[in-house]
């Protein structure tokens, strides 16, 4: 048990890698409150699963471009658990387009959710340790998408960069109160995000011929590597990232 009677948050957490992380996390011990947008029936499913292992869990629906959503998501899991030991910013979407035709709200609200998202609930939760006194960890689900592009995705490659980024920044600004920051970057993990993309002739196919571990990922894959940063095996890991993609960065020719 590596997260024993520790309080996790995870944003998104009502399906994909988010509602992985919250049962991996589960499983290691810890209660979990989770945020949704508005998938209400699979949040209370993740919810259900968790107490199913004998945790206690909540979840707590807001659209994580608000920044009234993060202070309202940390004070109900405050309320309901008396502490957040971790916080897990994972909530994102990815709207595939082409870019030389854009739509400006397409842009705006991949930018506010994943990026101004992840800020907004960083703070809030950092806020919450520091005034805790007893140090955390904050892991941000990044992306392969960090390091390299996607032609329909222009607008959510820089969010993954920036996810990353703010994580390195935030090791800086938050190791004196003995909160680390990490982000995990997973390369393509069959979620809802991507099960149009993934259904186009022949592209599921192709990606997975480009993973040397020959196939895609699933969100319990992403899990392991939460759990363990969240953890204190991760001690003395701040400002780091971690690939779990299977191999496909590696893999040019
Ligand atoms: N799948 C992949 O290949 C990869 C995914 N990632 C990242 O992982 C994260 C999770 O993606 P994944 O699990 O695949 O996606 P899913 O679509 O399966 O899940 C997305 C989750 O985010 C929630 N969400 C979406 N928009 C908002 C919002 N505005 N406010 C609050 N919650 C929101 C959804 O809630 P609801 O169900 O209520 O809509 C859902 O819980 C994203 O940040 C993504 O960028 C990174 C690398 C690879
Ligand atoms: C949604 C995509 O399939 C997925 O998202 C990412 O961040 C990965 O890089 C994949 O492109």
């Given at each position: 048990?590596?997260?024993?009677?520790k309080?996790?948050?995870i944003?998104?957490?009502s399906q994909?890698?988010?509602?992985?992380?919250?049962?991996?996390c589960?499983?290691?011990?810890?209660?979990?409150?989770?945020?949704?947008?508005?998938?209400?029936?699979?949040?209370?499913?993740?919810?259900a699963?968790v107490?199913?292992?004998g945790?206690?869990?909540?979840?707590?629906?807001?659209?994580v471009?608000?920044?009234?959503?993060?202070?309202a998501?940390?004070?109900?899991?405050?309320?309901?658990?008396?502490?957040?030991?971790?916080?897990?910013s994972?909530?994102g979407?990815?709207?595939?387009?082409?870019?030389?035709?854009?739509?400006?709200?397409?842009?705006?609200?991949t930018?506010?959710?994943n990026?101004?998202?992840?800020?907004y609930?960083?703070?809030?939760?950092a806020?919450?340790?520091?005034?805790?006194?007893?140090?955390?960890?904050?892991?941000?689900i990044?992306?392969?998408?960090a390091?390299?592009?996607?032609?329909?995705?222009t607008?959510y490659?820089?969010?993954?960069?920036?996810?990353?980024?703010?994580?390195?920044?935030?090791?800086?600004?938050?190791g004196?109160?003995?909160?680390?920051?990490?982000?995990?970057?997973?390369?393509?993990?069959?979620?809802?995000?991507n099960?149009?993309?993934?259904?186009?002739?022949g592209?599921?196919?192709?990606?997975e011929?480009?993973?040397?571990?020959?196939?895609l990922?699933?969100?319990?894959?992403?899990?392991?590597?939460?759990v363990?940063?969240?953890?204190?095996?991760?001690?003395?890991?701040?400002?780091?990232s971690?690939?779990?993609?299977?191999?496909?960065?590696?893999?040019?020719?």
């Amino acid at each position: 048990m590596l997260l024993q009677d520790k309080v996790v948050l995870i944003t998104g957490g009502s399906q994909g890698i988010g509602a992985g992380a919250a049962l991996g996390c589960a499983e290691h011990g810890a209660h979990v409150a989770i945020n949704y947008h508005g998938n209400s029936a699979d949040a209370e499913k993740v919810v259900a699963e968790v107490r199913k292992k004998g945790r206690r869990a909540i979840a707590v629906k807001g659209d994580v471009a608000d920044a009234s959503t993060a202070t309202a998501f940390v004070k109900a899991a405050v309320q309901e658990f008396g502490k957040v030991d971790v916080f897990v910013s994972n909530a994102g979407i990815c709207p595939f387009h082409s870019f030389l035709d854009m739509p400006q709200e397409t842009l705006e609200r991949t930018l506010k959710v994943n990026l101004h998202g992840a800020y907004y609930m960083t703070q809030a939760a950092a806020n919450q340790m520091k005034d805790q006194g007893h140090g955390g960890s904050i892991v941000a689900i990044s992306s392969i998408s960090a390091l390299v592009g996607g032609e329909y995705q222009t607008h959510y490659t820089p969010t993954k960069a920036g996810v990353h980024s703010l994580m390195q920044s935030c090791a800086i600004a938050l190791g004196r109160y003995g909160i680390r920051c990490n982000s995990v970057m997973p390369g393509t993990i069959a979620t809802s995000i991507n099960k149009e993309d993934l259904a186009q002739p022949g592209k599921r196919e192709y990606m997975e011929g480009r993973i040397p571990l020959g196939r895609l990922g699933r969100p319990d894959d992403v899990a392991g590597c939460v759990v363990f940063l969240a953890s204190d095996l991760a001690r003395y890991v701040t400002g780091a990232s971690v690939l779990v993609d299977g191999g496909l960065f590696v893999n040019l020719q």
